[in-house]
């Protein structure tokens, strides 16, 4: 079982920028992906970058030159830099290890994981960004 814990939320004006931490303990068996995904009440939740175990990251379209995910695999802390915030990026974000599989970037993965009735894979409790106007 892996423990994944969220931090660097909080509320900014459009164009500031956060720094998204999370931590990992525990054993993720066969979640050899990282990522991060939000969501906003009432809508699906988006995959938005992830990485996978030889360290290729991809992201989201929307987030694509604005985020920057990145890896410090000695202190088990998956980090997103998230920069030139817009309103529309408002949601909760959530950390997540998922399993990939051979043919599929990490994106794909996440993106298949946290839209699957059971998930495969372990998520963090979250923590929230808000972007004003």
């Known amino acids: 079982r892996v423990r994944l814990v969220e931090s660097g939320g909080g509320s900014v004006q459009a164009g500031g920028s956060l720094r998204l931490s999370c931590v990992a303990s525990?054993?993720?068996?066969?979640?050899?992906?990282a990522g991060w995904f939000r969501q906003v009440s009432g809508k699906e939740r988006e995959g938005v970058a992830a990485?996978?175990?030889?360290?290729?990251?991809t992201y989201a379209d929307f987030v694509k030159g604005r985020f920057t995910l990145s890896q410090d695999s000695k202190k088990n802390t998956l980090s997103l830099q998230m920069n030139s915030l817009k309103p529309t990026d408002t949601a909760m974000y959530y950390c997540a290890a998922v399993p990939c599989r051979g043919g599929m970037t990490a994106l794909q993965a996440l993106n298949e994981d946290i839209h699957l009735t059971i998930p495969w894979g372990w998520w963090g409790q979250g923590t929230q960004v808000t972007v004003s106007p």
């Open positions: 990485i996978d175990n030889q360290g290729s990251t």
């Open positions: 525990g054993d993720s068996g066969s979640a050899n992906c």
